[in-house]
């Protein structure tokens, strides 16, 4: 599979598990408090990344380069899990699912001022579409969602953003799945106090089907996702892999339909025609620039 086809592949995947997360975290959100959540998934996610990182961490990683690890570890795998769990549970799965859809709006402005990503016109229409099409599926949510679920989701979708841009610049020198891995690792260090002195003050619930949806939130959402998406930052310019985060909302729209019985409505049928469009737009558009036609 040719790189730039493959990396389009990373992206469909990561956001399909990662509307899984939604889902699965709303599922389980009255059994364990949402810090418990993120710390279990982040330390299931590090222990699944190290098998799969075992023979890059001999890799030496440069002095000068430690503290963008920690910093991507602290804002991707710390503040945006903790967030975005407690905005699944104030907010609810699909009001989070559509926030965090803002992303492209973070991702691809600070690809151009941090990493000097040039932004083309027709990247400029995709941006728009993906904005109209994430906005008028919002207007069509049930319910108002909770201001606090809001400011929680709107501090992760800040957090990862600026996050992925120090990802696509470490991807230049490391592999991704090593960036992948310290970055969990540090996030789950980090959650390990939070995580405790939550579930000192909170019940938790562990029934066998808890215990299976944490698994699997681990493992995929917060493992192979995670490097699926690291990778695909390494093959692709950060905007142009912001753009593909609407289909997050969409994902999350079509398993909360079957899943949880929520219903469908006029407004998600119009944001997913532009959404699609976007999508559509955006990787024809990276296709002709990485392969010329021939003269």
Not at 272 to 293: G, K, V
Request: aromatic letters at 14%; a positive charge; glycine letters at 8%.
């Amino acid at each position: 599979m040719p790189q730039k086809w493959s990396a389009f592949f990373y992206l469909v995947f990561t956001f399909f598990i990662w509307s899984n997360n939604y889902i699965g975290g709303k599922v389980i959100a009255e059994a364990v408090p949402p810090s418990v959540l993120a710390m279990i998934r982040s330390f299931i996610g590090t222990s699944c990344l190290f098998w799969m990182a075992r023979k890059e961490l001999k890799t030496p990683i440069d002095q000068k380069d430690r503290k963008w690890f920690f910093l991507i570890g602290m804002l991707a795998y710390f503040v945006t899990f903790q967030m975005v769990q407690l905005g699944i549970k104030l907010a609810g799965a699909s009001t989070a699912a559509l926030i965090n859809s803002t992303n492209p709006v973070v991702i691809t402005l600070l690809a151009g001022f941090i990493l000097k990503e040039s932004l083309t016109v027709i990247k400029r229409v995709c941006l728009f579409l993906a904005l109209l099409g994430t906005f008028i599926i919002t207007q069509g949510a049930s319910g108002s969602g909770e201001i606090m679920g809001i400011l929680f989701m709107i501090i992760s979708v800040l957090s990862f953003g600026f996050a992925s841009i120090q990802m696509r610049r470490l991807t230049q020198k490391y592999a991704p799945i090593l960036i992948t891995f310290y970055g969990m690792l540090i996030g789950s260090l980090l959650s390990l106090p939070v995580g405790i002195y939550s579930s000192l003050r909170e019940p938790v619930s562990l029934t066998p089907f808890v215990v299976l949806v944490l698994l699997y939130l681990g493992i995929m959402g917060s493992g192979v996702a995670q490097f699926t998406w690291t990778k695909a930052l390494s093959e692709l310019p950060a905007s142009t892999c912001s753009l593909f985060y609407p289909l997050q909302a969409v994902f999350s729209a079509v398993l909360g339909a079957y899943l949880l019985g929520e219903s469908f409505t006029v407004h998600f049928y119009l944001g997913l025609i532009l959404i699609s469009a976007d999508i559509l737009l955006n990787f024809w558009d990276t296709r002709r620039n990485q392969f010329p036609e021939k003269s």
